[in-house]
């Protein structure tokens, strides 16, 4: 299974994103799917998971209102609709892939991760 982001870039506070993450080899419908970041100097961070077919999702505090996950199971792509992004977002992004997964923060739920796509959120 390879799962590939794309959609990350420069924006200013305020403004919105969309990242996707198209996955290959596995049909998506099989798997939980979850955004964590990165960013320098800080710890990382589960922003986003979704169960593999109830369609239960998972945000942290810091998201939760601005950052909304889905699974497109036609396109075979999950996608992170991030709203009111503020520069405390900017991180690298990454998307992952669990097997029959509950859609939880824990590393160890997703066998499959992405490259990551930068996020960079200006003031």
């Known amino acids: 299974v390879h799962l590939a982001e794309s959609g990350g870039g420069l924006v200013q506070a305020g403004d919105s994103l969309t990242l996707s993450c198209a996955v290959s080899?596995?049909?998506?419908?099989?798997?939980?799917m979850a955004w964590l970041r990165r960013a320098p100097g800080k710890e990382e961070e589960f922003v986003a998971a979704?169960?593999?077919?109830?369609?239960?999702?998972y945000y942290p505090n810091s998201v939760r209102g601005r950052f909304t996950i889905a699974k497109d199971n036609d396109k075979n792509m999950a996608t992170l609709q991030m709203n009111n992004l503020q520069p405390e977002d900017t991180a690298v992004y990454y998307c992952a892939a669990g097997l029959g997964g509950l859609g939880v923060p824990d590393k160890e739920k997703y066998e499959h991760w992405g490259q990551g796509t930068q996020v960079t959120v200006s003031s």
């Open positions: 080899g596995g049909t998506i419908g099989a798997f939980a």
């Open positions: 979704i169960h593999w077919t109830l369609g239960h999702t």
